[in-house]
């Protein structure tokens, strides 16, 4: 959605004049602040959307298998789930400062941020790494025979895992991604593309973390705080 | 001669000097346009192909020419290319990029860029759907191929299961969904901004409506096919269990979820057309539209509530008793909106100097066809009748009355319509008129027979049948072969007109809208020259003359 200043068709200011000779700008498509933020936003519906899908799908076999999910949920590691919690929130945050520093001109500072965020994102994927592969230790993992029809498990625990492993897989995907516009964003950055003045990628990129970060903030309680009354108590 | 956005375009990247890269790399939304519907036609005629087999294979019970698996997988290419690689991209991709722009006064769509990205990310989606295609090989002497054979519906369990490629088919449909979305997007933005000065969203053209409304659906609905289709391939390679029966997953709630989208998706398709068919009667009868904003706000109500009917696609599925009724109650609902406009249009007619220009014979002829669809799509909203008709030849004939014989004949309308805007240059209408009345008639002698052996039990999707349906079956056979007639004599004579066709002059059909206020016909690179101040309603007429005139800086002269 970013666009070269230098390239042939530039915006050429323009004039509508009406009947009583008042004059009312034209918006043209080149440098539109505005419709660029519309269009991430709705961007971001559809993302709201495709989630929205898998919590209804989730919350109709919740509703179907309480108690089986609830057991299953109690097998989730509840320490690196609050950690992955806690690191992405800090994260959003440094990329929100961060934006804050490029508006307000820093953009040495701005860059800083991003780097400490892509940190952050890394450590996430790391964790998320390690969880999957005790997981894995443990029997819980997609094409495992434990997981099969018929391998000891209810049908509720399998569903659960199902899920569990497609939407904390498709959320770690969104990671990837962010990390590479992040990546890019910078690259932009250096190339002098993205400044204080013209800064709508860097505004689009943060409203995407942004969303990545509030989809897990909906992941963490349904997969992991369901059952963590039932570990307590046994 | 001054230059046209055939001589000269912006490109993504670079300054490229060959004309085939101009063309590949063009940001100029007439010419994506025009490259969608090349392509777009292109397959068209690759899923006629396929119905037409099908129609060769059942003009007698029992085998004739291919094999009961081949038909399954006829089916479904015919289904799979005319659904996701022709009519749900459509009208939007065609004339939403060519002429909205050009009736908001705008100089492209908000996303140029995004647009050619778009296209691209459409071709893809088109490479992989057809991929499978290719992959066949020779078994005993016969071919086989490995073409999905689910129907373009994919329902869960037999979707899982299957040895045919349906895993290309089913990332294919994805991208194009992806492509959709993004298409609707710049669409949503584009109206928002860019419309010229003064045109708030009540002087605009009842097609922007159209588009603007379709845009929403493309945006809300396709997530969910996308992340539904998504589920399925990994239910299918992964075994995440949610719609295998055996891991206690439901496959009926992968209907659900596919009609939430797929069933918006009809309206996707006919909103845009419905645009088209506003377009073209005030312009052909030279009388202001009849009831302006209740045909805008049908489109934005037929757009909320189709959203809210996917369940009637599940009446024999099992679902419970009053879910079945709300959604049948909701079904009836968007007839509403869908009959305002039709007693609108009809009223724009009364008292009018209509013109039967070809245009014009296409919109009255989809009058009558969609009418058909439409009032057989509320016989089959009741629950009762639906339990009998669901699954027939029946519901095959509404939905092909309603898609066919209302998206694809107000698609050849705007066809022709738009024509001399996009080429500068006129078909000869005397052979235009005759591919219409050749299509209207061999369209009701396909179809309506299928309302008939339908009602008498013909199930759909059967590759043999009881010789009692055969007489059906045969006149269906005919009108076939009339129709695929027409539909060549149709293209060639529209092929002959960007040949040989005489230069049409800017505003050849005494149009109101701004698409026709361009200063050159083929219109310049970056459209109007002056953006005017837009102060009056889409279709003024008094006495049958345009009211609003502009000068050569687009101010208002009248």
Known sequence: ?234 | MSKSYFDETHCAFGHPKSTFMQWMLTIDHKRIGIMYAVVMFTFFFVAVAAALTMRFELYAPGQQFIEAHVFNQAFTLHGVIMIFLFIIPGIPAVFGNIVMPLMIGAKDVSFPRLNWFTFWLYILGCIIALSSLFNFNIADGKLVFNFADTGWTFYAPYSLNTDTNVVTTLVAAFILGMASILTGLNFLVTIHRLRAPGMDFFKMPLFVWGIYATAWIQLLATPVVGITLVLALLEKYFGIGIFDPAKGGDPVLFQHLFWIYSHPAVYLMILPAFGIMSEIIPAFSRREIFGYRTIALSSASIAGIGYLVWGHHLFTSGMSDVAKTIFSFLTFFVAIPTGIKFYDWIATMYKGKIVLATPMLWALGTIITFAIGGLSGVTIAMIGSDIHLQDTYYTIAHFHYAMLGGVVFLFFAGIHYWFPLVFGKMYNETKAKAAFYILFVGFNLLWFPMFIAGYLGMPRRYFDYLPEFQIYHQISFWGAIIFVIGLVFMFYTLIQGIRKGKPSGVNPWNATTLEWHLPSSPPPLENHTKVPYVDFRPYEYHHGQPVVKFDENMKRID
């Open chain 1, 1 to 234: 959605m970013a666009h070269d200043s230098h390239d042939s068709h530039e915006y050429i200011p323009e004039i509508a004049v009406d009947r009583n000779g008042k004059e009312h700008v034209v918006q043209g498509w080149q440098g539109d602040f505005e419709g660029a933020k519309l269009g991430f936003w709705l961007f971001m519906l559809t993302e709201v959307l495709m989630f929205g899908a898998m919590f209804m799908t989730l919350s109709y076999y919740f509703t179907l298998h309480h108690a089986e999910f609830i057991k299953a949920s109690s097998e989730l590691d509840r320490v690196l789930g609050g950690v992955n919690t806690v690191v992405l929130l800090i994260s959003a945050l440094t990329m929100g400062l961060g934006l804050l520093k490029m508006r307000s001109g820093d953009v040495k500072g701005a860059k800083l941020m991003i780097w400490a965020t892509i940190l952050l994102a890394l450590i996430f994927l790391g964790v998320k790494a390690l969880e999957w592969s005790n997981d894995y230790k443990e029997g819980i993992f997609l094409g495992l025979s434990t997981m099969q029809a018929g391998g000891g498990k209810s049908f509720g625990e399998l569903l659960f895992f199902g899920m569990y492993f497609t939407m904390t897989g498709l959320h770690g995907f969104h990671i990837i991604i962010g990390i590479g516009l992040m990546l890019w964003l910078l690259k932009r950055i250096n190339s002098g593309k993205v400044s204080p003045e013209h800064h709508i990628l860097h505004f689009n990129i943060a409203l995407y973390w942004d969303l990545v970060h509030l989809i897990w903030v909906f992941v963490f309680p349904y997969f992991y705080m369901t059952g963590a009354g039932g570990a307590i108590h046994g």
